[in-house]
């Protein structure tokens, strides 16, 4: 059961194969077996799970809310969740029980589905191989001796070991992107203002857009239905008719322009991946989409650019903590000054810190125009490549991250290393663009991601173009062997 | 040496909306500390704000009725500091593009001359909470209530050059708030407050004085004494041969008493920067000729009105256009009194004036303007004379009656002018007192006046202040020949 999608699942629902509670009986006893050594759960909602699922059970009598409906997923721990703890991975908010339900929450629990816990990732979503977690590393299930990437990590984790048929995630930077793609699984990114923000803890809000992370195009289709939406409670989101996103999935590829950006295949990325990916975009070819070489010239300043907007966004985002009301507080502060330094001493990690820092210098008197109003001009350079690019094609291709899993603790002391990891996906963040990223072969046993980028609002397009690759594939429904 | 004083003000004005600026709570004052902070006021993680619209339109109202531009694109900015109060760790506020733009307002000077006083420009903001230093053992207690309550901040150019002249400018943006019905501007609960800067200078030269900022003044009294204080504190200092330093000051209204807080060196970096959660506010044209379409007529328009239409003088009509609540009280007396002369006195002088004594606020007059035009009436048919009013006046204060009428009806203080009557009560004052008589009829024309009060104030004496005094004379000059 636990390696069916989640078309898989519902059809075995509707036929009676298996209920909503064996179903999420099934989930929670693996995620008992396997989470100690993955680690991609910070809470199992048992109880909770299993009201849910009888409830579910309850409801496909009389008719269930949606095909999704009876069907368990994972929420990243970043979305507040009533009744349970939501931490964002940080010692800051280990108390923290949040008093209402986010949107997209909300949304999914209205389609019926089943939450069986909230998965690790980095702090505050602040990292790419989920090391920074107050939690713990999560473990790469396809070599537990490797970063699952992130901050993402723990849901990516858990749909690839087994532990859950689908999860939510964040992307702020490639953090559904390039977990995915470590951990052959399809991971999109949607435009900035389709899926609501409201009761996602804020990471850098300008770029922060939640999203499906699941095994297939088709899941992330019927899951993305179920996330996107208008909120009134999130001034950014976008009033706007949502497509069905299934009903365009088979479409034809034929006539399609791709274009291959050549700067994404300059220095930095690995041979072997830039081999798979190769690979890959022969297969569009094959399906009669055409390649063409594209240049995004200024996506060289996208790690620079990303690093004055995310932390200075950041940087007033999290002030918030400051143990008056809620989250972590220090021990007798003997001032006010005392409180809030020992504070955010002890309650946030170091990276988060390291963020809080940039991003205060960044906007402070006197560096405000050289950093914070400069990289808004890059970025708007940046999103005027794409502009121009999409004029001579439909669908951008390249690599999600420039090398496979890497070893946990390998780049942790050497952040700029590890903010290359970032280098394909930032720019799609910056644009507000959807990105995707699809399983394309194994590395060493390792996985490797395809990325795909569209036009504002082409999520269908591009989930189309994933779905005909899958048909023609079998990369993604490639599992670990150590969580069979 | 003469000095100059300049002043430029800061003034905060909460929004009467019914809900926050940035939130679905309640603005009422008063509740239970906490109660109406919801999850967004407390700033709780995955909180978003949504821009209340009404504190929007309020802001363009104001906008136009100072003669500003209306921001086509005005953008929020995050205002960043760290205060218990402050639940974000920034205020969500206004710094590149305010949503008004330069205006300006005219104030009346003691002379009588007008002066222009300029306006910066206005942003729109939210209130942070209360921290509350009393009963809580060493430790400080926070109330959100009040934080996100929509503010407007209205920052003048330094225009003013003496305290009074800040007190006529505060009074103006007071007035010009209520007309507009945008807030309550009741300074008691904080609704109206203001920072002011001051700096001195010696008269007749350009350059602009160091300034200091004083913070928080929530009454007129209080703004002219603590700007006063503060010009004198700088001219001491500087016939002293000392400098001004550049700091914020607090002012202790109890000691009469100001103190340096902070110094420039140690001011935030606020770091502002536009905040990515809010989306420009795009306004337009249509809204603006709509909300122009529903200004209510203005007090310096009304002033004109009240001029012309009912004869004021200039000084009696900016009195009683101060508040828009005394211009249309004012207005109600003098339809139902049918006279507007006599219904601004009765309202300035016997209403205004105890009023004043009693220390009520206008709003709280326990006699209403049916009351006071039904009693102008009175006067104005004979009915009872200008004394017996007062004693009306006094017993529709008191709530002794419904109408002046009543009053009158209840208490027999309905004016003898019944000339049979009268002129028993003359017959009888004369016989009582024929030594006066005799002198009376002795006298000169001269004198002859002057004695004619003392039959005058028997009469007025035997017939409890009832008797009309115009017939009185009439009889007294006829019987005494």
Sequence with gaps: ?484 | MEWETVIGLEVHVQLSTQSKIFSGASTAFGAEPNTQACAVDLALPGTLPVLNEEAVKSAIKFGLAVNAEICRESVFERKNYFYPDLPKGYQTSQMDAPIVGPGWLDIQLESGETKRIRIHHAHLEEDAGKSLHEDFHGMSGIDLNRAGTPLIEIVSEPDMRSAEEAVAYLKKIHSIVTYLGISDGDMSQGSLRCDANVSVRIKGTDELGTRTETKNLNSFRFIEKAIQLEAQRQIDVLEDGGSITQETRLYDSERNEGRAMRSKEEANDYRYFPCPDLLPVAIEQSLIDELKATLPELPDAKQERFQSEYGLSAYDAGILTSERAIADYFEAVAKAAGDAKLAANWVMVELMGRLNKEGIEFSETPVSAEQLGGLIQRIRDNTISGKIAKQVFEALWNGEGDSADAVIEAKGLKQMSDSGELEKMVDQVLADNPDQVEQYKAADEGKRKKMLGFFVGQIMKASKGQANPGMVNQLLNKKLG
């Design chain 1, 1 to 484: 059961m636990h390696s069916k999608t989640l078309r898989e699942l519902a059809d075995g629902l509707d036929s009676g194969q298996f209920s909503s509670e064996e179903l999420t009986r099934h989930f929670l006893a693996r995620i008992n077996e396997h989470n100690p050594t993955v680690n991609a759960y910070i809470t199992v909602m048992e109880e909770q799970a299993i009201a849910q699922a009888k409830a579910a059970d309850a409801r496909r009598a009389n008719g269930k809310a949606s095909v999704l409906d009876g069907i368990p997923l994972a929420h990243k721990d970043i979305f507040c969740t009533e009744g349970v703890r939501t931490s964002c991975a940080s010692k800051m908010l280990d108390n923290f029980i949040a008093p209402y339900n986010a949107t997209i929450v909300e949304k999914i629990a209205t389609a019926g589905m089943v939450t069986l816990g909230k998965t690790n990732m980095d702090e505050f979503a602040m990292g790419s191989s989920n090391e920074t977690s107050w939690y713990g590393p999560v473990r790469n299930p396809w070599n537990t001796d490797c970063v699952p990437g992130g901050s993402s990590g723990g849901s990516a984790a858990a749909v690839a070991a087994g532990l859950a048929p689908a999860s939510t995630g964040t992307d702020t930077g490639g953090s559904i992107r390039q977990p995915a793609a470590l951990c052959n699984l399809t991971g999109l990114k949607p435009t900035y203002g389709l899926v609501s923000r409201y009761g996602m803890i804020a990471f850098a809000s300008s770029l922060d857009q939640a999203g499906p992370m699941t095994r297939t195009a088709e899941d992330s289709a019927l899951l993305l239905q179920a996330m996107a939406g208008f909120d009134e409670k999130d001034s950014t989101s976008l009033k706007r008719d949502i497509p069905d996103y299934n009903a365009t999935l088979n479409d034809s590829l034929e006539g399609k322009v791709i274009g291959v950006p050549k700067e994404f295949f300059a220095e930095g990325l690995s041979d072997e991946i830039a081999t798979k990916v190769r690979d890959a975009l022969a297969e569009f070819e094959k399906q009669g989409a055409t390649l063409k070489e594209i240049s995004l010239p200024h996506s060289h300043l996208s790690i620079p650019c990303y690093y004055v907007i995310a932390p200075a966004e950041a940087s007033t985002n999290l002030s918030r903590y400051d143990g008056v009301r809620y989250g972590h507080r220090c021990e007798n502060p003997q001032d006010l000054a005392d409180l809030y330094t020992r504070t955010r001493e002890e309650g946030f990690g170091d990276e988060v810190k390291r963020r809080i820092l940039v991003g205060t210098y960044a906007l402070s008197a006197g560096f405000y125009d050289a950093y914070y109003r400069k990289a808004q001009r890059i970025r708007r350079l940046i999103k005027q490549d794409f502009i121009e690019a999409f004029k001579e094609v439909d669908i951008i291709a390249g690599p999600t991250s420039p090398n496979p899993a890497f070893g946990i603790g390998e780049k942790v002391n050497d952040p700029l290393t590890m903010y290359l990891e970032d280098m394909y996906t930032i720019a799609v963040n910056l644009a507000g663009i959807p990105g995707l990223s699809i399983p394309a072969g194994l590395v060493d046993g390792k996985p490797v991601g395809l990325q795909l980028i569209g036009k504002d609002f082409c999520e269908a397009e591009l989930l189309n173009a994933a779905h005909r690759f899958q048909l023609a594939t079998d990369w993604h429904q490639q599992t670990p062997a150590a969580f069979a």
